[in-house]
């Protein structure tokens, strides 16, 4: 049952049965304000409405995050999954940037799963989020809650954080090296959200990341394409990777909305090196269109210009072909059809239905199979330091 509600962090206790709220912990240990707490992280995050499961609004990790947005209007929901008027794309395109940077959503999840990868990562995790505040035209994440869908942060970070170390301490050491890492288990964290973006809600990524410093057998791994500065607080020790994804600029002011300017996440690089992490990129989506060869060249020629060695070094990259979905494309017509002049190539692309039903959309390999090798002459003549880790 929905059950509408003018709340403050006050309200949250008369809804949920709360005490009162505990302190909100400090994420930035360097002295300077959480960036959190700034203009830029509010233009991008300005929380009016928390849908919430009332368990995971009872949770500590929950009564902190409605504590951080007290003026935000409290909705109890029976499942985070199924929130009529929310979910679903109907009725949504019109507030389809809206919906994602005002409203949030708690649950717990229901299963914790840790599924095979061996691309990006060894594994992947039980995110501690699902959904995105930011609106790239091509995100897959949103696929299952229609795609207007905001993020859904989930509460119970303990019971994740415990099946992740139990998992790893399953595996025991890796002993052969693989793409994925040399020595470590890649875990990725982020497969259904932006974890730099769930670090402005609350401090489910520094508990992931705080978490991997104790295990030396794994590494954490999420893809980015926030710079969100309270990260380099983190002190990760060597043990999470990020990769910043990037795109020629041309290409992700049009379909990457709301993300920070690819030139701002390659100048982020040094930094997240320097606090630790490991820094890896991701070279994705690559969209055929005309010009593309050129505007890949000019970003690769961009990332060796400003990159300093000690990046160069230790860095690596996924190469990562743009695929589709019918239905994104027709709800991207209805609110981002510029988009879809790029994005939708039927004359390029071939459907291919999916376990759930989908009509996924690729390049064919008439189209796929060059074009990769293209993207690898041009980091081989651009960036030869930059090592790619698999590219499909
Ligand atoms: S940043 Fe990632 S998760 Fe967020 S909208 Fe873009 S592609 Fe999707």
Redesign the pocket.
């Known amino acids: 049952m929905r059950q509408p509600f003018a709340a403050s962090a006050d309200d949250a206790d008369a809804l949920f049965g709360l005490d009162a709220l505990g302190p909100e912990p400090v994420t930035a240990s360097s002295g300077r304000p959480s960036f959190r707490d700034s203009d830029a992280a509010h233009r991008l995050l300005c929380v009016r409405e928390i849908h919430a499961e009332p368990a995971a609004a009872a949770s500590p990790r929950g009564r902190q995050i409605i504590g951080r947005f007290p003026g935000a209007r409290l909705v109890e929901v029976e499942s985070h999954w199924r929130i009529p008027g929310l979910h679903g794309n109907e009725g949504n395109v019109a507030r389809w940037v809206r919906v994602k940077g005002e409203t949030l959503v708690l649950g717990e999840r229901k299963s914790l799963r840790t599924r095979p990868n061996g691309r990006s990562a060894d594994w992947i995790a039980p995110g501690a989020s699902n959904g995105?505040a930011?609106?790239?035209a091509?995100?897959y994440?949103p696929r299952r809650k229609g795609y207007a869908n905001p993020i859904t942060v989930f509460t119970d970070i303990d019971r994740i954080v415990a099946h992740i170390g139990r998992h790893i301490t399953r595996q025991g050491s890796k002993t052969e090296p693989n793409q994925c890492d040399p020595e470590a288990w890649v875990y990725d964290i982020g497969e259904n959200?932006?974890c730099s973006?769930d670090a402005l809600i609350s401090d489910n990524t520094a508990d992931l990341v705080h978490a991997f410093r104790r295990w030396p057998t794994a590494k954490a791994s999420f893809?980015?394409?926030?710079v969100n500065p309270d990260l380099l607080a983190l002190d990760p020790r060597g043990r999470t990777r990020v990769r910043f994804?990037v795109m020629p600029p041309e290409d992700s002011r049009l379909l990457?909305v709301r993300?920070s300017p690819v030139a701002e996440r390659i100048a982020a690089a040094a930094d997240f090196l320097d606090a630790g992490y490991e820094v890896h990129f991701n070279l994705s989506p690559v969209v055929v269109r005309p010009g593309w060869e050129q505007a890949w060249a000019d970003l690769l020629g961009h990332l060796d210009d400003v990159l300093p060695d000690r990046v160069k070094r230790q860095a690596a990259a996924e190469v990562i072909m743009l695929t589709h979905n019918r239905e994104l494309h027709e709800v991207n017509l209805r609110w981002h059809p510029r988009a879809e002049d790029v994005l939708w190539r039927p004359d390029l692309q071939e459907t291919k239905r999916s376990e759930n039903g989908a009509l996924n959309v690729r390049y064919a390999s008439a189209t796929k199979a060059p074009a990769v090798s293209r993207l690898r002459a041009l980091v081989a003549a651009r960036a030869p330091w930059l090592r790619i880790r698999y590219a499909f």
């Open positions: 995105c930011m609106s790239c091509y995100c994440v959200g932006d973006v893809a980015t394409k926030f994804s990457d993300t």
